[in-house]
């Protein structure tokens, strides 16, 4: 464990806050969820059959599942409350009383539903649902935080090279969910992942607008996007360290920013990178972890109103408690900022 994963475990047991976890059968969220009830750094929300959840715990071995608030989504004090929290809020958009009363039974509905009202702080799912169908409620639930309309997905990256970014430790994005984001969309996932830097690592940004060009020195439609996104950032968030059109070169290695790009705030130093897609951020964040093996985190949801993390259906349940520290650690975050 990271000396940084480490401190944000202590910083989520500072400030206990209620994650819920729709995937409450599954048996290596029902590992993670007794591992976090033990450790005291969450308190859990179970969604599922309480005599199921209870029968698997025991089969499992686990000793710290009562520990937890379980909740049955067929069969709630709240059931009617948030099958109405659910129509004000789609009415709009074509719900009626019967789809509510079918949805607030879905488990990835409810948690985010509880959110909303106020009755959860994150959400964790995606071990065994596909991130679409953990996205789909909490865009429509949760919603973006204001100013931001893009969602996207960010990699805490720790390098063994403590001359990168802050001593190793970098953030990057897009790498999970915009695939081709306009110069908008960018700007605001430049700014989201500033934030993401400041909540969970307590680094101040230093945000790097990558391309296959460093100031002027191709030109393509390509280049002028990072440019402009640059740019929206600024008028975002006029006091973010940021600077673009950066090659990871010029990003990364003093020596090479210098040259490349003499006086910018951010060539050489970057602990931000921001990728013009997402192939090349999905990309490039799976070869700096095998080919230069850093430990990869993520990916962290940012731009949501409150949050909701999605796994890989092949994670561990060290995954998931890694995540609901960070979700922790972000609701926090959120909290103040707010």
Not at 173 to 202: F, H, K, M, W, Y
Not at 271 to 282: K, Q
Request: charged share 20%; net charge neutral; hydrophobic share 45%.
């Amino acid at each position: 464990m990271t000396d940084v994963m480490q401190k944000m475990i202590e910083r989520a047991k500072a400030d206990r806050q209620r994650i819920v976890l729709p995937e409450g059968t599954e048996e290596r969220t029902l590992k993670a969820a007794d591992r976090l009830i033990a450790d005291a750094v969450a308190d859990i929300i179970l969604l599922g059959n309480p005599l199921e959840i209870e029968s698997l715990a025991d089969g499992f071995g686990l000793k710290h599942i009562r520990g937890a608030h379980i909740i049955d989504p067929g069969n709630h004090a709240k059931k009617q409350i948030y099958a109405d929290l659910l129509l004000q809020l789609r009415q709009a958009k074509g719900m009626t009383p019967e789809k509510a009363a079918v949805l607030v039974e879905d488990p990835l509905y409810l948690a985010c539903l509880m959110i909303k009202a106020g009755d959860a702080d994150g959400e964790i799912a995606g071990a065994r649902n596909y991130t679409s169908d953990v996205l789909r409620p909490a865009l429509q639930i949760v919603k973006t935080t204001p100013g931001i309309k893009c969602v996207s997905g960010a990699f805490l990256m720790f390098l063994k090279d403590a001359a990168y970014g802050d001593n190793g430790a970098l953030v990057f994005a897009d790498c999970a969910v915009t695939p081709n984001p306009t110069a908008p969309e960018l700007a605001q996932i430049a700014v989201s992942t500033a934030q993401t830097a400041r909540i969970l690592l307590g680094m101040e940004p230093r945000v790097a607008m990558l391309s296959f060009s460093t100031k002027g020195s191709a030109s393509h439609e390509m280049v002028d996007k990072v440019i402009e996104a640059t740019r929206l950032a600024r008028e975002m968030e006029p006091g973010l360290l940021i600077d673009g059109e950066l090659q990871a070169d010029a990003a990364l290695v003093s020596d090479v920013g210098a040259k490349k790009a003499p006086g910018s705030p951010v060539a050489g130093k970057a602990n931000v990178l921001v990728f013009p897609t997402l192939e090349v951020g999905n990309i490039g964040y799976k070869l700096v972890q095998r080919l230069a093996g850093a430990e990869a985190i993520g990916p962290v949801l940012q731009g949501m109103a409150a949050p909701v993390n999605d796994l890989s259906r092949g994670c561990s349940a060290n995954d998931i408690y890694q995540m609901a520290v960070i979700a922790s650690v972000q609701s926090i975050g959120l909290k103040r900022h707010k």
